[in-house]
């Protein structure tokens, strides 16, 4: 109950694509799910954030959509660039201060 | 800087061996929190510690593993008796006041941690 489960593991898109990272969870108590870009070499770095009384933000080119009755929260990257391949990690929390991630997706976008 | 440090970024020791790692959170920073990421897989929790409050240990893997977070500031993780599936990227994180303050955690480049 307390995983998250991310798909897909890799994604390649061309320049201009939307990919779209999808996340599902069972934990009700879960209200925190934030999304983590991280560069090979470095630490994730958090991208953006939502709690379950929206059901969409948006932050330059990057979005979360949010299902709470489906218990799903999906990534979308709008007109995607070469430089936004990474790899991208869901998480969740609920009523602890621990993040429970998920198993992260590779993303490459080609020129 | 003023992001959280970690040290040595790089780490190979010989299986049985002890192994300590070092983190230093961002000044002020409350919380802090370390994650194993072995190879092409996600954050494994290990343990948080907040405050003065008795550290959250539930992930440590076996009594192999401890940390302490001395005056409240740097963070030591220390292994022992290191075995090969002890190879991976160990990363603190450092939050203001956790995620219960609605605080993101910010994370360290990692200590990437070879057993032979």
């Known amino acids: 109950q307390q995983q998250v489960k991310q798909s897909p593991q890799s994604l390649i898109v061309q320049k201009g694509g939307i990919p779209i990272i999808n996340c599902a969870y069972e934990?009700?108590?879960?209200?925190?799910f934030p999304w983590y870009q991280q560069f090979p070499g470095k630490g994730p770095a958090l991208l953006i954030a939502i709690r379950p009384d929206v059901s969409e933000k948006k932050e330059g080119r990057f979005t979360i959509s949010f299902n709470k009755s489906a218990k799903q929260f999906s990534l979308h990257i709008m007109d995607s660039q070469p430089g936004d391949s990474a790899t991208y990690f869901c998480a969740a929390s609920g009523n602890t201060d621990k993040l429970i991630f998920g198993t992260g997706t590779r993303l490459q976008v080609f020129p | 800087g003023a992001g959280v440090s970690q040290s040595p970024s790089n780490k190979v020791t010989e299986k049985g061996k002890d192994v300590e790692l070092r983190c230093d959170p961002i000044?002020?920073?409350?919380?802090l929190y370390w994650y194993r990421q072995s190879l092409g897989q996600g954050l494994e929790f290990l343990i948080y510690?907040?405050?003065?409050?008795?550290?959250?240990k539930s992930g440590l893997p076996s009594d192999r593993f401890s940390a302490e977070r001395t005056g409240g500031s740097v963070s030591t993780l220390t292994i022992q008796r290191t075995q090969q599936e002890d190879s991976a990227v160990y990363l603190c994180a450092s939050s203001l006041q956790g995620l219960r303050g609605n605080q993101p955690q910010h994370f360290g480049d990692g200590t990437r941690l070879s057993i032979l």
């Open positions: 934990n009700t108590a879960f209200d925190y």
């Open positions: 510690f907040q405050g003065n409050s008795a550290p959250d």
């Open positions: 000044s002020g920073h409350t919380a």
